[in-house]
C-alpha cells in the first residue's frame, strides 16, 4: 500500500510539474511577444518621421533610396520568425544605418564586424537593432555632433558576445531604467527570457558607450518557447 500511494503521489507530482511548466513556458512566450510588439511601431515611427523631413526638402532621390531601404527592412522585420541568426540581424542594422545616413550623411559613421563562427548563431529577431537606434537618438545632439558606432559579433569562451558601442552623447546610466525609457529595458528583458543566463551590460569606457550582450552557446534554455 505504501509503494503504491508513493506511486500515486510521483505520478501526481509530475503532472503538476509539467502543468507548471507548461505555464511557465507560455508566460514566457506572452510576455516576449509583448516585448517584440513594441519594437515596430517605434522604429517605424521614426523612419517615416525621417521621410517626411526629406519630402519636406525636397529630397527626392533620397527618398526613393530610403523607401527601397525600409521595403527590405520590412521584409525582415515583418517576418513570423522568432528566431533569426546573428548576420541576418546585423545586416538589418547595417540597413537601417544606412537609412539614417540618407538623413544626416556625413554626420554618421558605422563599422561592422562579425566573427566566423558566429554569423549562424540563432538570436531573437530584432533584438541588436533597437540598440543601434537608440545610439542615433540619444548619442546625436542638436549642435551637428557626429557620431561613429561600432557594432560587433564574436564566440568566445563558449558566449556569443555582441557589442554596440558608440562616441556620441554619453549615456545617462541614471536614466537607463527611468519610467517609459523602455528602449533599452526592452532588450535586456528580451535577453534574459531568451535564455536565463545570458548576460547584458552597459557602461561608459572613456566617454564611450558600450552595451554588450552575452549568450551561453547551448546549456539551458526556452527552447520550446524561442524554437
Not at 569562451?157 to 557589442?163: A, P, S, T
Request: hydrophobic share 35%; proline share 3%.
Amino acid at each position: 500500500m505504501i509503494a503504491e500511494n508513493l506511486n500515486d503521489m510521483i505520478k501526481k507530482l509530475q503532472l503538476y510539474i509539467d502543468k507548471a511548466y507548461k505555464y511557465e513556458l507560455n508566460h514566457k512566450e506572452a510576455e516576449y511577444r509583448a516585448l517584440q510588439s513594441q519594437v515596430n511601431p517605434h522604429f517605424l515611427y521614426n523612419t517615416l518621421n525621417c521621410f517626411i523631413s526629406m519630402n519636406r526638402l525636397g529630397m527626392k532621390k533620397e527618398l526613393e533610396d530610403g523607401i527601397i531601404q525600409l521595403t527590405r527592412l520590412f521584409r525582415y522585420t515583418c517576418s513570423n520568425e522568432k528566431l533569426t541568426t546573428v548576420q541576418e540581424e546585423l545586416n538589418c542594422c547595417v540597413q537601417y544605418c544606412n537609412l539614417m545616413k540618407i538623413r544626416f550623411e556625413n554626420r554618421i559613421t558605422f563599422y561592422c564586424d562579425i566573427g566566423q563562427d558566429a554569423g549562424d548563431v540563432k538570436i531573437p529577431r530584432l533584438l541588436f537593432q533597437p540598440l543601434v537606434e537608440n545610439a542615433v537618438k540619444h548619442g546625436m545632439s542638436s549642435d551637428g555632433r557626429s557620431i561613429s558606432i561600432w557594432l560587433d559579433a564574436y564566440v568566445q569562451n563558449g558566449f556569443l558576445v555582441m557589442q554596440e558601442r558608440n562616441n556620441g552623447v554619453p549615456i545617462n546610466l541614471n536614466e537607463v531604467y527611468a519610467e517609459r525609457k523602455v528602449g533599452i529595458q526592452n532588450v535586456e528583458s528580451r535577453v534574459r527570457i531568451f535564455h536565463p543566463d545570458a548576460q547584458f551590460k552597459i557602461e561608459l569606457i572613456d566617454e564611450i558607450t558600450c552595451i554588450t550582450i552575452q549568450i551561453p552557446l547551448g546549456g539551458t534554455r526556452h527552447e520550446h518557447t524561442f524554437g
